[in-house]
């Protein structure tokens, strides 16, 4: 059985914004890999085929934000076509509360990026779209990388 660890970038909180990331870290067999969806191509098609094989998707908030942006963004409704595990809820149980940042500092879960937030992913994305800034791109996307990575490790330190 595959698991994804799914995360979201978008340019802003409300459904009628737009998905800028789609990150989708995919564990089998020991292995994991991220795959990362950018602007034109967080399509349907794309992040049907990057789940592929997948039976279960879990996220930190996702039931209440990334699957229903995604429904509303590009028409698929994941929490109907796969298993979904909101990590979220977990945490809550165990005392955890607040954000995924606030919880990955709980439970001493590094992050190479300090410092930067939802917010910062917003303005990281717009000096790309309108000043070509690659290096904003770059760390828009190791920001969601982590957020990816850092979900397997959560469920990892919630098992034990």
């Known amino acids: 059985m ?4 799914l995360d979201i970038e978008t340019t802003g909180l409300s459904f009628d914004h737009e998905i800028t990331v789609i990150g989708i870290g995919l564990s089998k067999d020991g292995r994991f890999e991220v795959v990362q969806l ?16 997948v039976h279960k ?4 908030n996702g039931s209440r934000f990334d699957l229903p942006f995604i429904n509303t963004a590009l028409g698929v409704d994941l929490a109907a076509a796969f298993l979904h595990h909101d990590l979220m809820y977990d945490c809550w149980e165990r005392n955890l509360f607040g ?29 790309y779209k309108i000043e ?6 770059k760390t828009l996307l190791e920001y969601n990388r982590e957020d990816v990575v850092n979900l397997r490790v959560l469920r990892s330190k919630l098992l034990t």
């Open 2 to 5: 595959r698991a994804a660890y």
């Open 132 to 137: 070509g800034d690659r290096g904003a791109l």
């Open 57 to 60: 998707i879990y996220t930190y």
């Open 38 to 53: 950018v602007g034109k191509d967080a399509t349907r098609g794309n992040l049907l085929k990057a789940l592929g094989d």
């Open 99 to 127: 954000g995924f940042k606030a919880v990955e500092e709980m439970l001493s879960i590094p992050r190479r990026l300090k410092g930067v937030t939802g917010v910062d992913a917003v303005k990281l994305w717009y000096r």
